[in-house]
């Protein structure tokens, strides 16, 4: 193919992708200190005094939260990450036995104090809204499906960051210097300096020559920004689609070379039964399930699916959000009303491919790394709106120079 072909290749794959990666860059960036961002907006739900003593057990916590939200059932505890934080605990509203449905909830996630069980207040998370308690989740929700309908924003920004990963090779390409008539002899006496002219003429494409015009600075700003960040980018939208689409897209791939133990909706055989296991006696059950090379995890999360009857309990490694190469966890589902394990998956007793996925989240969040990751995410994630924005810039000054010179010919 042609230079020419990928050079519109490229033009109208940038032009597409030019909103979502701006969106996507600029709410990453924020996303980079997501708890941290939420927390100094919503110190009083978020954080309590750190203080000596031990933390109440999952059910003393989900009583506190229906106590506190009327008609409510707790379905979900995020356990604390550190002293100072508080419980998160998900709620949904309690079946009304004389209707047989659901009560209507203003919120969905309560906050209790984990040392002494007081309730410390409620919010919506999801959805859309710019007051303190909801924007950070709204800007989540921005990042991975644009605020759409959840399955339509999924694929919209899956599909997005699959043009991308393929369009960051097409850019790259078209850096190169154009390709000179070789000798026909390759001699190690002529090939040796033949790099190194080709070296030297790709060398100004990693350069951004601030004394020259507007329009070339835009332009050295989005080749070279794009180089740079070339394998971070890269790393950015292999991840985005495994993040968007594991299941329809990622996952497939992967199991090709490694095994991928299915998620929790692939289990068949547990049905939602009307009776079921506390927090309490389902967390020690998953923990007295976990693989040998597990045992010193702590629990993250756990969570009741009313639907299919099952918990699921996520454990991890504590402060993994700022320590280097924490990527180790795993996931226990059971049966809700034995106790019985329904599945398991994570890097010990899942298979290749769960290891090979358990990296995907920290390297896209920059947790990998811990907070230096972190920091670099987050400039990255403004260099990609510019290397977006320039982008446009450059199409629109092209665009506008061809329809003047079209003009001047057709007035000649």
């Not at 919503?42 to 059910?59: I, Q, W």
Request: glycine share 10%; hydrophobic share 45%; proline share 5%.
């Amino acid at each position: 193919m042609s230079r020419r072909l990928w050079v519109i290749v490229h033009r109208w794959a940038g032009l597409c992708l030019a909103f979502f990666l701006s969106v996507a860059g600029l709410t990453g960036s924020l996303l980079a200190f997501y708890d941290e961002l939420d927390a100094w907006l919503n110190p009083s739900l978020l954080t309590v005094p750190e203080r000596a003593g031990v933390y109440l057990n999952p059910d003393a916590l989900a009583r506190s939260a229906e106590e506190g939200i009327a008609n409510s059932i707790a379905t979900g505890i995020r356990f604390a990450g550190s002293p100072g934080q508080s419980i998160g605990v998900g709620v949904e509203g309690r079946i009304n036995p004389e209707t047989g449905v659901a009560h209507q909830l203003d919120v969905n996630e309560a906050y209790i104090d984990p040392y002494d069980g007081r309730f410390l207040g409620a919010r919506e998370l999801g959805t859309f809204g710019l007051d303190a308690p909801r924007i950070m989740s709204f800007v989540y929700s921005l990042h991975y499906s644009l605020h759409l309908p959840e399955v339509w924003g999924l694929w919209v920004m899956g599909g997005a960051a699959i043009l991308w990963f393929f369009d960051n090779f097409v850019g790259a390409y078209l850096t190169f210097p154009n390709r000179r008539s070789a000798n026909a002899e390759q001699t190690p006496q002529v090939a040796l300096p033949r790099a190194r002219a080709w070296w030297g003429r790709w060398k100004p494409a990693w350069l951004i020559k601030v004394g020259g015009s507007p329009f070339r600075i835009t332009f050295d700003l989005h080749r070279a920004f794009g180089l740079w960040l070339w394998l971070l980018l890269g790393m950015l939208a292999l991840t985005s689609v495994y993040l968007n689409l594991p299941r329809e897209v990622f996952n497939p791939i992967v199991n090709v070379f490694a095994t991928v133990v299915p998620e929790l909706e692939e289990f068949p055989g547990v049905v939602a039964r009307r009776e079921r296991l506390s927090f309490t006696d389902a967390l020690s059950s998953a923990r007295n399930n976990l693989p040998v090379g597990a045992a010193d995890l702590q629990p993250k999360f756990i969570s009741y699916d009313r639907e299919r009857g099952v918990f699921r309990v996520d454990f991890g490694h504590p402060n993994a959000r700022d320590e280097w190469f924490r990527v180790r966890h795993e996931l226990v589902y059971l049966d809700g009303a034995t106790g019985a394990v329904a599945g398991r998956a994570g890097t010990e007793s899942g298979g290749g491919g769960d290891r090979f996925n358990a990296v995907l989240f920290p390297l896209h969040s920059g947790q990998l790394l811990g907070l230096p990751g972190r920091i670099l995410i987050c400039v990255t994630g403004i260099l990609i709106c510019v290397i977006s924005v320039t982008g446009v810039l450059i199409w629109a000054r092209k665009r506008r120079a061809a329809k003047t010179q079209r003009s001047d010919m057709r007035t000649d």
